[in-house]
């Protein structure tokens, strides 16, 4: 029987907040919400015979980053005929020469190192040539599963002019899936001596890894890394345990290299940016709204961010407005977020600009959007502060032009209220104590790989959770009962929530939430035969009545009735205040239980349209993408769909 990733998620109750252990709100601006002016400068053309456009697979391949010096561009790009390769240009696209091309059979995501010699460079894996030929729809490492490998390209006199060039295979303690791990958002620390990775394992999960590199000569390695997650405890405390069942991903270095961002749940489902310090191993949490948040970019003096939110185009804010203990998020996320949602992270993800910092009750600065019906996807800041090199693609649901360069786009931004700053400086990361509090490789065992066959945690002011987690993070089932569960004594939680799938690179799974009177309904739409696919926007239970606004049920009523909405069959999330007997639907924009007089609708806005008056939803609901994951047990694997 057919059944998707991404089944029903009908949240459970109200509100039971769990603030992310050890993570301190950096000081946050003193000013209110201000809107800077920015100009377009230019629009870099792309030279002739560079086509920003996968011509196997038809995907957008093209990125683009300013190179150490901010002289030139370092892209990747396809040939008219050919792989992906790599290149460098001038700022305004004249001199365009291929680095890597007739020297390697394909090479992309190009990481310049600050002495300008050296690049690490992503390659093909021996997994990926097994799969290479597959369709993304058959293809069983599809939607950001696949193998990974990398290598680091030496080029003499430089890689602006790299006249003599010598690969070295770059090799991690897990060095592809055939060794149990994929290793993802490798990237060289802005000193040149270290590199950091987020390492899936395929049976633990999701481990942040940092270690120095080292040549023989013959190939990289890295030496003593270490883990970056935070350590925890399968114990009755709350905090500690899910500092071990969230989801963990590197980000990009700040600060000269002293800061790292990572990107994890704060509440369950709810992904958000954080930043550690390499130096102390104190985190904070950046970024606090109920949406998904993923690209960072910090400006060289520290003082500004420029940052990818889906906040107010309603990404994950289905699965994250009731907030709860991120118990289970390790698989669930994995599942959500990364894969059955992959594809929509292009026109539900826009950038925001705001002044270093967390963000201030709802402000989390202003949305850069250079022209209507594009995207950015790549944010690059001049060592001044003053300007940013981004790479745009056109929105998806935009007739697709015949010239694939006009899909893609090169902009330079200019701020001109700024002054000229001084870029904070490089940190030698030798110098920094990580073995004062960062985890050894060796001593680090994911959630994961833990079997808890039955577990019961108590909420901070009531009730409990009991969690099961069966199997592995490669294959099992991982449920979280709620009892009455509060961390304030003021509004709690009742009901179950599920993430059970086999393994995550063979694509089955679904994501379940009941409320607890008892009864389980699979609350959700049922596999899709094959051409009958939909579109899904990641809203369950919500419809558009044509007015902006979804309602999440027609009528309130006792718990574990069922909700009448159209065409869908669910059960009405409900919750309780402390001596209150009644029970409200649960429900509002931001996650905040919404007050409710008994037998009325319960109505939730949404975000308003674009500046242009143009509701930026659309894109996903006309061009899905891989939302779709069909499991077919007649080949054991899986079908993402694309419409």
């Given amino acids: ?26 000081p946050s601006p003193a000013h209110g919400p201000s809107h800077e002016p920015i ?49 460098v240009m001038d700022l305004d696209g004249t001199d365009f020469h291929c680095i890597t091309c007739g020297r390697m059979k394909s090479a992309w995501g190009p990481d310049v190192f600050p002495d300008q010699q050296r690049m690490l ?46 690969r070295q295979p770059l090799e991690f303690p897990r060095n592809s899936l055939l060794e149990g791990a994929q290793n993802r958002t490798v990237s060289v620390s802005p000193d040149g001596r270290y590199v950091k990775w987020a390492e899936i394992r395929t049976l633990q999960g999701s481990v942040m890894v940092i270690g120095r590199l080292h040549s023989d000569g013959a190939k990289y390695t890295v030496r003593n890394p270490r883990v970056l997650n935070p350590p925890y405890r399968l114990d009755l405390d709350v905090a500690a345990w ?131 019906n594009w995207h950015i996807r790549g944010w690059s800041w001049f060592a001044d502060g003053t300007k940013a090199l981004v790479t745009e693609f056109r929105d998806p649901a935009e007739a697709t032009p015949v010239d694939p360069a006009e899909r893609v786009r090169l902009q330079i931004l200019s701020f001109p209220n700024r002054k000229p700053t001084a870029p904070e400086p490089v940190v030698d990361l030798d110098t920094v104590d990580m073995a004062g509090w960062a985890v050894p490789y060796d001593r680090y065992v994911g959630m994961g790989a833990h079997a808890v066959t039955d577990r019961t945690i108590a909420g901070s002011a009531a009730g409990t959770a009991r969690v099961r987690y ?8 991982w449920t979280v009962d709620y009892d009455h569960y509060s961390e304030d004594g003021v509004t709690f939680l009742d009901g179950s929530e599920t993430a059970p799938h086999r393994h995550r690179h063979r694509g089955h799974g679904r994501h379940r939430a009941d409320p607890g009177d008892g009864r389980q309904p699979r609350a959700g739409r049922r596999g899709v035969p094959p051409g009958r696919r939909r579109c899904r926007r990641g809203r369950r239970g919500h ?25 869908r069959r669910g059960r009405l999330p409900s919750g309780r205040r402390a001596g209150d007997r009644r029970v409200s639907p649960v429900g509002s924009a931001d996650g905040r239980a919404g007050p409710t007089a008994s037998g009325r609708a319960v109505a939730l806005p949404v975000a308003p349209p674009g500046r242009d008056g143009v509701d930026r939803r659309r894109c996903c609901r006309n061009a899905c993408g891989v939302l779709e994951w069909i499991t077919s047990p007649q080949h054991g694997g899986n079908r993402a769909g694309k419409r």
Avoid at 470 to 477: E, K, N
């Fill in 39 to 87: 100009e377009v400068v230019a629009t870099i053309p792309f030279p002739g015979g560079v086509v920003p456009q996968d011509p196997k697979t038809g995907g957008t391949n093209f990125s683009a980053d300013l190179a150490p010096g901010g002289r030139h561009i370092v892209t990747t790009f396809a040939p008219t005929e050919g792989e992906k390769q790599v290149g």
């Fill in 1 to 26: 029987m057919r059944s998707r990733l991404l089944t029903a998620f009908v949240v459970l109750a109200v509100t039971a907040v769990v603030p992310p252990a050890s993570a301190q709100p950096r």
């Fill in 543 to 567: 419809r558009d009545d044509g007015h902006r606004r979804h309602r999440v049920v027609r009528r309130a009523g006792p718990v574990g009735r069922r909700a009448a909405g159209p065409g």
């Fill in 121 to 166: 460079v992503q390659v093909p894996s021996p997994v990926d040539r097994l799969t290479e030929a597959l369709p993304d729809g058959l293809n069983p490492l599809s939607a950001g599963t696949g193998d990974q490998s990398y290598a680091i390209v030496e080029c003499l006199p430089s890689v602006y002019d790299c006249r003599t060039l010598r």
């Fill in 242 to 372: 899910s500092d071990g069942s969230r989801y963990y991903e590197t980000g990009a270095f700040a600060d000269g290299g002293r800061t790292l961002k990572y990107g994890t749940e704060g509440t369950a489902l709810n992904y958000d940016i954080y930043e550690l310090d390499l130096a102390t191993g104190r985190r904070t949490r950046v970024t606090t709204d109920l949406d998904y948040n993923e690209l960072y970019a910090a400006s060289p003096d520290g003082a500004s961010l420029a940052y990818s939110s889906g906040r107010g185009l309603d990404r994950m804010t289905v699965f994250s407005q009731v907030p709860r203990p991120p118990l289970i998020d390790l698989m669930s996320f994995s599942q959500l977020g990364r894969i059955a949602l992959w594809n929509n992270r292009l026109c539900m993800n826009e950038m925001w600009l705001m002044p270093r910092g967390t963000q201030v009750g709802t402000y989390g600065g202003q949305p850069v959007v250079p022209g209507d």
């Fill in 470 to 477: 069966l199997g592995t993070f490669a294959a099992g089932s």
